[in-house]
């Protein structure tokens, strides 16, 4: 397969508008969570409180480095706070799930010193969950700081789509072209509508993995952009033929080598405190927020301190902070997720 298949774009920014969105190592005004609590998403009360606590310290630790807003119904407040640091924000904007990186606004800045919100419309990654409230932060955040909205004409979530903020995405085709989101799209129109909704000016596609997660297969847990043209994807060291996610994984990696880039490739845990199959353990699902990086430990000495010396290198001056986010990774997700930077202008 010929780079032609796997990377589209016109070769000059398609943002119609001059917006671009910024990468997430440029300084931040504040980072955006949100507090799950509906009991269509969590059945099961106990795990619910060991998720909210997880949110918790994820937000307290941010709030050392920057402003963090926590999005939270007003009676949902009181029980939020008790978790909470003083120096994180709650605001009231009703929430289900804490999925912030999906379902929180993607901001765009442009060369006037504004501030946009993106829009890609959340739809509970193909209607696979309630989203009544997590449909509508987005637009509800624009409102409250009074800022447009550019509407993107996508449905989709900003965890399926990485970018370096310098004119380069990169996304798996499961997450996009796929009719739970973008029925009749056929992928070249996806990409130039993403690529205007970042301001990029071209993409590159992996295959990704179809109907096998909820998110079908979003690119941030894989492989992050860690500065222009370089990489840092998350593999097994010994990947299993029967496992799509392997697959899918290892042909992403050869189309970013193929594309030129820059990829270090750092393993997956040997160990790890959860077992189970679907749990989601990725280093490359991290957070960096102005003066660190918030990552992911999963009790395996060996590659979390591979993890921990590869972001110190990558973001060198940061400080980089590892917990322990198993409830995260239980549900699929990680820090990335959980998380929505507000660039600072």
Same mark, same amino acid.
């Given at each position: 397969?010929?780079?032609? !298949? ?16 910024? *990468? ?21 009360? &106990? ?11 994820? #937000? ?8 963090? !807003? ?18 994180? @924000? +709650?605001?009231?904007? *009703? ?32 209607? =696979? ?5 997590? $449909? ?6 624009? @409102? %409250?700081?009074?800022?447009?909205? +550019? ?29 739970? %989101? ?17 301001? #990029?000016? =071209?993409?590159?596609? $992996? @295959? $990704?993995?179809? /109907? ?35 697959? #899918? ?10 594309? $030129?880039? /820059? ?7 040997? =160990? ?8 989601? #353990? ?5 957070? &960096? ?14 590659? /979390?301190?591979?993890? %921990? ?16 986010? /198993? ?16 660039? =600072?202008?």
């Amino acid at each position: 397969m010929g780079m032609s !298949a796997l990377m589209s774009g016109r070769g000059q920014s398609a943002s119609p508008n001059g917006f671009h969105v910024p *990468p997430e190592e440029a300084p931040h005004e504040r980072t955006f969570m949100q507090w799950p609590v509906s009991r269509k998403v969590y059945d099961d009360a &106990v795990f619910l409180e060991m998720t909210q606590k997880t949110i918790a310290e994820i #937000a307290n630790t941010i709030s050392e480095f920057e402003p963090v !807003a926590l999005l939270a119904a007003k009676e949902d407040h009181a029980r939020a706070r008790r978790l909470l640091s003083s120096t994180v @924000e +709650l605001w009231d904007v *009703p929430t289900e799930d804490l999925w912030c990186r999906d379902a929180g606004p993607l901001f765009a800045i442009n060369g006037s010193g504004e501030i946009a919100v993106s829009h890609l419309q959340f739809n509970g990654w193909g209607n =696979k969950q309630v989203h009544v409230r997590d $449909g509508r932060i987005a637009e509800t955040i624009a @409102e %409250r700081l009074s800022l447009s909205v +550019l509407p993107s004409g996508l449905k989709g979530e900003a965890g399926g789509v990485e970018q370096d903020g310098h004119g380069l995405l990169l996304a798996h085709e499961s997450s996009w072209v796929n009719d739970n %989101r973008n029925p009749g799209q056929s992928r070249d129109e996806i990409s130039e509508r993403l690529l205007a909704a970042y301001g #990029a000016q =071209k993409i590159i596609w $992996g @295959e $990704g993995v179809w /109907d096998e997660d909820i998110t079908d297969y979003h690119i941030d847990s894989l492989a992050r952009f860690t500065g222009p043209g370089r990489v840092l994807i998350n593999l097994p060291d010994k990947p299993r033929r029967q496992d799509p996610f392997h697959q #899918a994984a290892l042909q992403t990696h050869d189309i970013l080598v193929e594309a $030129g880039l /820059d990829v270090e490739v750092i393993p997956e845990p040997h =160990k790890r405190r959860v077992r189970s199959p679907d749990f989601v #353990a990725s280093y490359a699902n991290y957070y &960096v927020c102005n003066g660190a990086v918030i990552s992911a430990q999963f009790g395996d000495a060996e590659t /979390d301190a591979i993890a %921990r010396e590869a972001l110190e290198r990558h973001y060198p001056g940061r400080e980089v902070v590892q917990l322990n986010v /198993d409830p995260l990774g239980e549900l699929g997700g990680g820090i990335h997720c959980a998380t929505q930077q507000m660039p =600072k202008v």
